[in-house]
């Protein structure tokens, strides 16, 4: 059987704090490791998608209802649900790394790191499906 849940994959959370919301698979660990014997995977998603934007409004509330909250979650293959769809975004690996979910500050520069990405790729609008509310 061919490895599907590579990187840069669009999957949907499927148990968890985060089920339902959509992410994007950042390294894939086919084999696990000594800490998680399983296959697994580090995805960076979208916890809070941006709000709706009217014409009427002002650039300050714009910017506010723009904003994209991520997450960053090591997750098991069994948790995931793939798609058909892929997010061509240039996550930096230096800074997000499976190390970092553990150590506060670096979760928080990484975080810092996907959030700009998002928000860049959300503004320039060729990915509106993955900033939208999964809704069923």
Known sequence: MGRFLKEKKVVIILSGRYAGKKAVIVKNFDEGDPTRPFGHALVAGVERCPLKVTK??????????????????????????PTR?????????????????????????????????????????????????LRF
């Open 85 to 133: 769809y892929t997010l061509d975004v240039s996550i930096d690996k230096e800074v997000v790394t499976k190390g970092c979910v553990k150590d506060r500050d670096a979760k928080f520069a990484a975080r810092k790191e996907i959030r700009a990405k998002f928000q860049e790729r959300h503004r320039s609008g060729t990915n509106p499906w993955f900033f939208q509310k």
């Open 56 to 81: 009427g409004m002002n650039k300050k509330l714009i910017a506010k209802r723009s904003r994209v909250k991520p997450f960053l979650k090591v997750v098991n293959y069994n948790h995931l649900m």
